[in-house]
């Protein structure tokens, strides 16, 4: 479109008409400048947001411990890592261990256990190792130093940033669809162009330099100037509006592709959830009680304070300030240490002493401390029920202990399955009292047995109170739902199923049999669209999924926050970053950025992507439909072979192209969604932005009947000033006659635009449903384009510009209904394609309605 522009400049000003070719050059330069800015300012709202990498990490050198710039790491350093940290190179443990929260690289939300202790030679893929920290990576309890072998762009944070960097971007459905529509408008103006040069000179008798100034007029009209900047600024209110709704888009044209979006690939941790543990339900065997955080504490027993004290004994993690608003450690230790709260029992409470501790073991899948109390000598345990229960002999029931039995374990493994099932991660609790205190301390063999089960808690990343609404939302677009997560999927489908994905049946697929799938398998799969969770996805998988979806014919939107999320963050049409968690390198791949990390904002990204699509589809009927009238007029000058003066000059089809009409476009683009728009399927992708009934509203219903007024009015004016047919108004009485007339053309096209402004609110709908005055912003350009055609007709200087004279009382007269029956052929068109449609929905219903009649008779049941 630019292109074209240029071209139309470029003739204006060989053809010696400079002031044209100045206004054209300018709607492109700043409709340039303004597309730069406002990307340009997305871009910098994004790098304001990069704090997630350190800046210096802790070496050895020289015997000392120091902070440098992590810039300055190189491999053979000795790093110290301490809880708290952000790990700045790959490294491996060389003393100590640490519990690392991997989830940026792995999107795996539980904390691992990695120890210099471990086997640094076995066959595990690297991210397994359980002798390696990773670069970007938090550590988030215990303490170490590694020795570095791989800094920047070499180390695991940096393949996936350069294989992110590896994918290429394809244009948005929008620039592909306006470059079309470019297209189609340069044949159309170029063909009517040069097509006029012949009739000009061999039927009008025009010089050739008269006649190529009119074939410019030609090409002038058919462009519609104030397209583009219209479109761009349509698209920096979507930006905008996004903004305040907490999401960041970094490129405009995007807005629109979110409305076209028909499969949304959701990550789970921090998306659909929370990102903070919680403690759902609780257990003792004090009365076989199910008790749940809210209850009065008053109905807990001796075990759940035993539960308590255990739960804040075996734990890293502390909570601080009032109500624990402070948190640090890992979010399974404080949701139990939150239970603990409600249940009395505080760090400040315990009259402890750590006297030593067993880690987290992945195999074990356990943890224990041993504290000095001011009773003994006490171990506490937390881990995986099937794991604490195998090491239990007795159970806490109300004020005493008693063998554990047969029954009880029964009991435990059913509430521990039931919740497990929905999806729910439980942990069991319990202690040993009386354990030997020996030098060095008691082996973890010795120590973890004989132990005394307190209770069992199911916790659980809550879902964020708006996703199920923003779900159902989704649905009634037609949009499909794929949850694409790095944790289990039994918990991934437990939270999908609770937010309302895949209510009619869902698929789990883990990451193990995803590699295992063939194309035409995954292909198959995706394309039946019900809705699946894929678990233990990988950085490839998600990138192989993202890459399926497109080659089904979808728009799909990513969402991630980890390193591992960016390849296919950049690959799908939008990729989608977390602005609290997320890393910067998924910010930096990602097309929109999500401030609030709430997955119901993607929601209102899609319905703002499809109100300004719909908006820019209503001020292209708007623009398209003034082309007929500033076009017909000069397609009569060459048929009548120059007999019938032209109605138009350049000047004025300027005026009205890139001043009357360009103002009210705008307000088109702020227009509020129709009714009905979320509950549309999403369009196809390559679905023409200009469709056949557009065109046919635009250039035959609005234009068509403007073109029939504005020359109506043109030659009544030229034959009431005593012009006949073929006469010369090039001198004389009768060129003060023709100035007459072709102003009262340009009036004529801005009355007609009022009521094609009005018409173009809607596609569907009629005016009144929606409200004549609800778009104030439109209001105030109809009032403009107003005061500004005044100007332009009464204002001396500016007649001389635009070659126009006041017209008669009289004529003015003529031009107040012209609004109205503009408008009126335009309701009446949407009344009949109303009507239409409501026979094809009646007539699907009773279709429907006589197949379940039939079923119901299959089944033997009758209206009866």
């Known amino acids: 479109?630019?292109?074209?522009?240029?071209?139309?400049?470029?003739?204006?000003?060989?053809?010696?008409?400079?002031?044209?070719?100045?206004?054209?050059?300018?709607?492109?330069?700043?409709?340039?400048?303004?597309?730069?800015?406002?990307?340009?300012?997305?871009e910098h709202a994004v790098e304001a947001m990069s704090t997630y990498l350190p800046v210096q990490a802790r070496v050895l050198r020289e015997g000392a411990e120091v902070l440098v710039d992590a810039t300055r790491l190189v491999p053979g350093d000795v790093m110290v890592v301490r809880e708290g940290d952000r790990v700045s190179a790959d490294a491996r443990l060389v003393s100590g261990s640490v519990e690392m929260d991997n989830s940026m690289l792995t999107g795996e939300s539980l904390p691992v256990f990695r120890s210099a202790e471990d086997n640094p030679y076995a066959k595990v893929p690297l991210l397994q190792a359980r002798d390696v920290v990773f670069s970007g990576t938090g550590c988030i309890g215990g303490g170490a130093t590694a020795l570095v072998y791989a800094t920047g762009m070499r180390t695991e944070l940096g393949r996936i940033a350069a294989l992110s960097q590896r994918?290429?971007?394809?244009?948005?459905?929008?620039?592909?669809?306006?470059?079309?529509?470019?297209?189609?408008?340069?044949?159309?103006?170029?063909?009517?162009?040069?097509?006029?040069?012949p009739v000009g000179m061999l039927l009008g008798g025009l010089a050739f330099?008269?006649?190529?100034?009119?074939?410019?007029?030609?090409?002038?009209?058919?462009?519609?100037?104030?397209?583009?900047?219209?479109?761009?600024?349509?698209?920096?209110?979507?930006?905008?509006?996004?903004?305040?709704?907490?999401?960041?888009?970094?490129?405009?044209?995007?807005?629109?592709?979110?409305?076209?979006?028909?499969?949304?690939?959701?990550?789970?941790?921090?998306?659909?959830?929370?990102n903070r543990m919680q403690v759902s339900n609780f257990w003792t065997a004090d009365g076989g009680q199910h008790v749940r955080p809210g209850m009065?504490?008053?109905?807990?027993?001796?075990?759940?304070?035993?539960?308590?004290?255990?739960?804040?004994?075996?734990?890293?993690?502390?909570?601080?300030?009032?109500?624990?608003?402070?948190?640090?450690?890992?979010?399974?230790?404080?949701?139990?240490?939150?239970?603990?709260?409600?249940?009395?029992?505080?760090?400040?409470?315990?009259?402890?002493?750590?006297?030593?501790?067993?880690?987290?073991?992945?195999?074990?899948?356990?943890?224990?401390?041993?504290?000095?109390?001011?009773?003994?000598?006490?171990?506490?345990?937390?881990?995986?029920?099937?794991?604490?229960?195998?090491?239990?002999?007795?159970?806490?029931v109300a004020r005493t202990d008693r063998p554990l039995t047969e029954e009880d374990r029964r009991t435990i493994a059913a509430?521990?399955?039931?919740?497990?099932?929905?999806?729910?991660?439980?942990?069991?609790?319990?202690?040993?009292?009386?354990?030997?205190?020996?030098?060095?301390?008691?082996?973890?063999?010795?120590?973890?047995?004989?132990?005394?089960?307190?209770?069992?808690?199911?916790?659980?990343?809550?879902?964020?109170?708006?996703?199920?609404?923003?779900?159902?939302?989704?649905?009634?677009a037609g949009i499909q739902l794929i949850v694409v997560t790095g944790d289990n999927g039994l918990t991934a489908a437990g939270i999908a199923r609770l937010v309302g994905i895949g209510t009619n049946g869902l698929q789990v697929i883990n990451g193990n049999d995803l590699d295992r799938m063939s194309e035409a398998e995954l292909d198959r799969l995706l394309g039946a669209g019900e809705e699946i969770v894929f678990a233990r996805s990988s950085p490839e998988a998600?990138?192989?999924?993202?890459?399926a979806l497109q080659d089904l014919g979808h728009v799909v939107a990513m969402t991630g926050d980890g390193v591992n999320d960016a390849p296919a963050l950049r690959r799908a049409d939008i990729g989608v970053a977390m602005g609290k968690s997320g890393t910067e390198v998924a910010r930096e791949?990602?097309?929109?950025?999500?401030?609030?990390?709430?997955?119901?904002?993607?929601?209102?990204?899609?319905?703002?992507?499809?109100?300004?699509?719909?908006?820019?589809?209503?001020?292209?009927?708007?623009?398209?439909?003034?082309?007929t009238p500033e076009v017909i007029p000069f397609l009569i000058y060459a048929a009548s072979g120059g007999q019938i003066p032209l109605p138009l000059t350049v000047m004025q089809i300027l005026a009205i192209d890139l001043f009357t009409e360009t103002l009210p476009a705008l307000a088109l683009g702020r227009e509020a969604p129709e009714p009905g728009l979320m509950k549309r399927p999403p369009r196809p992708p390559r679905e023409n932005v200009i469709s056949t009934l557009m065109l046919v509203r635009a250039w035959v219903v609005l234009g068509g009947v403007s073109a029939l007024l504005v020359t109506g009015v043109f030659l009544m004016t030229l034959i009431a000033g005593g012009w006949t047919f073929g006469a010369d108004v090039g001198t004389g009485h009768l060129y003060l006659v023709w100035q007459q007339a072709t102003t009262m053309t340009f009036l004529g096209i801005v009355a007609c635009q009022l009521g094609t402004a009005m018409a173009?609110?809607?596609?569907?709908?009629?005016?009144?449903?929606?409200?004549?005055?609800?778009?104030?912003?439109?209001?105030?350009?109809?009032?403009?384009?107003?005061?500004?055609?005044?100007?332009?007709?009464?204002?001396?200087?500016l007649q001389a510009i635009f070659g126009t004279t006041v017209p008669e009382p009289w004529q003015l007269a003529l031009l107040l209904p012209f609004p109205f029956l503009v408008w009126g052929s335009d309701e009446l068109l949407k009344y009949t394609l109303r009507r239409r449609n409501d026979k094809k929905e009646n007539a699907a219903k009773a279709v429907m309605s006589v197949d379940d009649r039939s079923r119901a008779s299959g089944c033997g049941i009758t209206d009866r």
């Open 167 to 197: 994918v290429g971007k394809d244009i948005s459905p929008l620039e592909r669809q306006v470059t079309r529509v470019a297209r189609l408008i340069a044949v159309v103006a170029v063909a009517m162009g040069a097509t006029f040069i």
């Open 1 to 42: 479109m630019a292109l074209l522009l240029w071209v139309a400049a470029m003739l204006a000003f060989a053809t010696g008409t400079a002031v044209l070719a100045v206004a054209i050059v300018a709607v492109v330069v700043m409709n340039a400048l303004f597309a730069f800015f406002q990307e340009r300012h997305a």
């Open 760 to 797: 173009a609110r809607t596609h569907t709908v009629s005016l009144f449903r929606i409200g004549l005055t609800t778009n104030r912003l439109l209001l105030w350009g109809i009032a403009f384009e107003l005061v500004f055609a005044a100007g332009i007709v009464f204002i001396a200087p």
């Open 296 to 396: 009065p504490s008053a109905v807990l027993g001796s075990a759940a304070g035993r539960f308590a004290v255990a739960s804040v004994a075996c734990s890293n993690s502390r909570l601080e300030g009032p109500s624990g608003a402070k948190e640090t450690g890992d979010p399974t230790e404080l949701a139990l240490l939150h239970l603990a709260d409600f249940l009395g029992t505080t760090v400040d409470d315990l009259d402890s002493e750590r006297l030593s501790q067993f880690h987290f073991d992945p195999v074990l899948r356990r943890m224990s401390t041993v504290d000095r109390t001011g009773s003994g000598t006490v171990l506490h345990s937390k881990g995986a029920p099937e794991e604490i229960l195998a090491l239990c002999t007795r159970i806490a």
């Open 589 to 627: 791949a990602a097309t929109m950025v999500l401030t609030d990390d709430d997955f119901s904002s993607i929601v209102s990204a899609v319905e703002a992507g499809r109100r300004v699509y719909d908006n820019v589809r209503k001020f292209i009927v708007y623009i398209f439909a003034h082309a």
């Open 542 to 547: 998600k990138l192989r999924i993202a890459d």
């Open 415 to 476: 509430v521990v399955d039931h919740w497990a099932v929905q999806g729910l991660r439980v942990l069991a609790v319990a202690d040993r009292p009386q354990v030997a205190c020996t030098t060095p301390g008691p082996s973890r063999e010795e120590a973890e047995k004989n132990l005394t089960f307190l209770g069992v808690a199911a916790m659980m990343d809550p879902p964020r109170p708006q996703v199920v609404e923003a779900v159902a939302q989704c649905h009634t």
């Open 209 to 274: 330099g008269d006649t190529l100034n009119f074939a410019i007029g030609l090409l002038v009209a058919n462009v519609p100037e104030g397209l583009l900047p219209t479109i761009t600024l349509a698209l920096a209110v979507g930006v905008r509006v996004l903004a305040r709704r907490g999401a960041l888009v970094k490129r405009i044209s995007a807005v629109e592709t979110l409305g076209s979006t028909s499969v949304i690939c959701t990550d789970k941790t921090g998306t659909l959830t929370m």
